[in-house]
């Protein structure tokens, strides 16, 4: 693409007007963004009608938004954005667990449990699925005291926040691995769901052909004092959806195999691997 000495000449006076950034850090993220913008703009060659589109465009998305459903949020998810924000902000080295999407249904103060417990509250006949492992730090050697904050939603495809017929504490919980660093919980089976489509995140997919699935997923924050946390999923081997998730969260080392017990249980180990923070 090629500019011309007119559009390099907005562009260089628009950045100059920032140059007296105090905060660095803000600077290179104002000149980026800029710079982005125009490129954009340069690029599409954008008409004003479709500014204004994209200008209407935001103007929903935030008028859609409230304290319980960040719709820019959701507008990030699908497009990548959060997956991107989450791999390039992630502090664990190579060899820990890999970091996807925290998602818009975390909501902190998870019920503390004790290992082998179950975060079933509402029992809808799914099957079960116990999940265990071991945090262990890069070294290898297992970690105690590590938190494990589980959450996923119920087999009618939602999360207690977005459905008045769970109790808010169903299929979440609190744990903490014991001496030997080991986490224990029951579940059920997640199934695949999609990510809310009520509102202008869900109309950009409509427009683009898209679906809006995630793959069946288990979502587990995991911190330990003096390792850096990960926010991560367990994915069902078995799931629809794993090479085309609405949200781009799937990493191919969270991928794990279901195991069907003969009583029609599942069981899958999951172990996890923090980087140490000094
Ligand atoms: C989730 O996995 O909970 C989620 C992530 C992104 C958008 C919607 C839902
Ligand atoms: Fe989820």
């Known amino acids: 693409m090629v500019r011309t000495a007119a559009e390099d000449r907005l562009l260089s006076e628009v950045l100059r007007t920032f140059q007296n950034t105090p905060n660095p850090r803000l600077l290179e993220i104002v000149e980026a963004a800029v710079r982005h913008l125009h490129a954009f703009v340069d690029e599409t060659k954008l008409t004003h009608d479709e500014w204004m589109m994209g200008i209407d465009f935001l103007t929903k998305v935030g008028k859609f938004s409230d304290p319980t459903r960040q719709e820019f949020i959701l507008l990030s998810d699908v497009m990548g954005v959060s997956s991107r924000v989450e791999t390039v902000s992630y502090a664990g080295a190579p060899g820990s667990t890999e970091a996807t999407v925290l998602g818009p249904f975390y909501i902190p103060g998870s019920p503390k449990k004790q290992n082998g417990d179950s975060v079933i509250i509402n029992d809808d006949g799914t099957p079960r699925l116990r999940v265990s492992g071991v945090v262990r730090s890069l070294d290898g050697t297992p970690i105690p005291g590590a938190t494990v904050d589980v959450w996923q939603t119920a087999t009618n495809a939602m999360y207690p926040v977005q459905d008045e017929s769970q109790d808010p504490n169903n299929l979440r ?67 629809d959806y794993l090479d085309s998730d609405a949200v781009f969260g799937v990493r191919d080392s969270l991928i794990k195999k279901f195991e069907k017990l003969p009583d029609g249980s599942y069981t899958v180990n999951f172990d996890i691997t923090l980087t140490p923070s000094k």
């Open 173 to 239: 919980g609190y744990f903490t691995t014991d001496a030997n660093g080991r986490y224990e919980f029951i579940t059920t089976r997640p199934v695949a769901y999609p990510v809310p489509v009520d509102g202008p995140a869900g109309a950009f997919l409509k427009a683009t052909g898209r679906h809006p699935m995630r793959a069946a997923h288990i979502h587990l924050i995991v911190a330990a004092p003096g390792c850096y946390p990960v926010t991560t999923h367990i994915f069902d081997a078995e799931s």
